[in-house]
């Protein structure tokens, strides 16, 4: 499939996920038949944004109907997006980022990058690329998570550990709520790398193999990274409360650092300091 097909599927899929979830009473229109309080009619949708209704299912049926900008934006608004869900259907509709044509968004690591992860040694930091291949670590986030040069180059992968190793599920006291933050961020990259086989061949296993992926990954959660509070239940030093930072390499935009922050007044500097320590 190529780029722009997978593309208008993704679309499609999205938004007819969003169509199905939204509450009538958001927009004063009554119950469906049977009781029902959720879920808009396509010529309801359609009425709302000035458009055909067989236009619209057209694009819902990832058709080509070549959605403008302005379209996009009328949908966006009409069905309340978020700005994360907005900016997600103009990148789909090719009004967002470049969409990437690698084949595998794969990168070497370079040795500034290495030496710039081993200066964090008080904070557990690692590097992934577009596919969320953890590709490099310093010796502080082996420490978190020992496993982590345990795994092959795909299997090595932040999306796959947080739902495929029980370590990883047990270090997090709040799986639910962060496996689906971490899998609304990883929906955005996938955006841009539609045509990735390595993506593509990630997602479809982690949906076979995982009842609880299958779930998130269908309810199309879209959600931008933002710095947030992540805390884990470390087996040899208990209770960590971190600041989770995402940066992206200005010359390497394929390769994001995930580092993790000791909080004053919040984090227990003891404990991390006892994990740092063991790293040694």
Same mark, same amino acid.
């Given at each position: 499939m190529s780029n722009t097909s997978a593309q208008q599927a993704e679309l499609a899929s999205f938004l007819r996920t969003r169509r199905a979830s939204? !509450?009538?009473?958001? *927009?004063?229109? &009554? @119950?469906?038949?049977?009781?029902?309080? #959720?879920g808009l009619r396509r010529e309801e949708v359609a009425v709302l944004v000035g458009v055909s209704v067989t236009w619209y299912t057209w694009?819902?049926?990832?058709?080509?109907?070549?959605?403008? !900008?302005?379209?996009?934006?009328?949908?966006?608004?009409?069905?309340? *997006?978020?700005?994360a869900e907005h900016a997600y259907v103009l990148a789909?509709?090719? *009004? %967002? &980022? &470049? /969409?990437?044509?690698?084949?595998?968004?794969?990168?070497? /690591?370079?040795?500034?990058?290495?030496r710039l992860l081993e200066g964090w040694s008080e904070s557990p930091a690692f590097a992934? #690329?577009?596919?969320?291949?953890?590709?490099? +670590?310093?010796?502080?986030?082996?420490?978190?998570?020992?496993?982590?040069?345990?795994?092959?180059? %795909?299997?090595?992968n932040l999306l796959w550990a947080v739902f495929?190793?029980?370590?990883?599920r047990r270090m997090l006291p709040e799986w639910s709520t962060?496996?689906?933050?971490?899998?609304? @961020? *990883?929906?955005?990259?996938?955006? #841009?790398?539609?045509?990735?086989?390595? $993506?593509?061949?990630?997602?479809? @296993?982690?949906r076979r193999r995982s009842d609880e992926?299958?779930? /998130? +990954?269908?309810?199309?959660?879209?959600?931008?990274?933002?710095? !947030? $509070?992540?805390?884990?239940?470390? &087996?040899?030093v208990g209770d960590l409360a971190l600041e989770v930072h995402r940066l992206?390499?200005?010359?390497?935009?394929?390769?994001?650092l995930i580092v993790y922050s000791a909080v004053p007044g919040v984090t227990d500097t003891t404990a991390l300091a006892t994990l740092v320590e063991s790293s040694n």
């Open positions: 939204v !509450r009538r009473a958001d *927009f004063d229109l &009554p @119950e469906l038949r049977g009781g029902r309080t #959720t694009l819902e049926q990832g058709r080509k109907a070549n959605p403008s !900008r302005q379209v996009l934006d009328a949908i966006a608004r009409e069905l309340r *997006f978020s700005s789909l509709g090719g *009004f %967002g &980022p &470049p /969409v990437s044509l690698d084949q595998d968004p794969v990168c070497a /690591v370079p040795d500034h990058l290495s992934i #690329t577009a596919s969320w291949d953890i590709v490099a +670590w310093n010796k502080a986030y082996e420490a978190l998570y020992p496993g982590v040069g345990e795994h092959q180059l %795909g299997r090595r495929m190793d029980p370590y990883v962060d496996s689906a933050h971490f899998v609304g @961020e *990883f929906r955005v990259d996938y955006a #841009t790398h539609l045509s990735s086989p390595a $993506m593509k061949e990630l997602v479809n @296993e982690l992926f299958e779930d /998130v +990954w269908t309810a199309h959660g879209i959600e931008r990274f933002s710095s !947030r $509070m992540r805390r884990f239940h470390h &087996p040899s992206v390499l200005s010359d390497d935009p394929n390769l994001h």
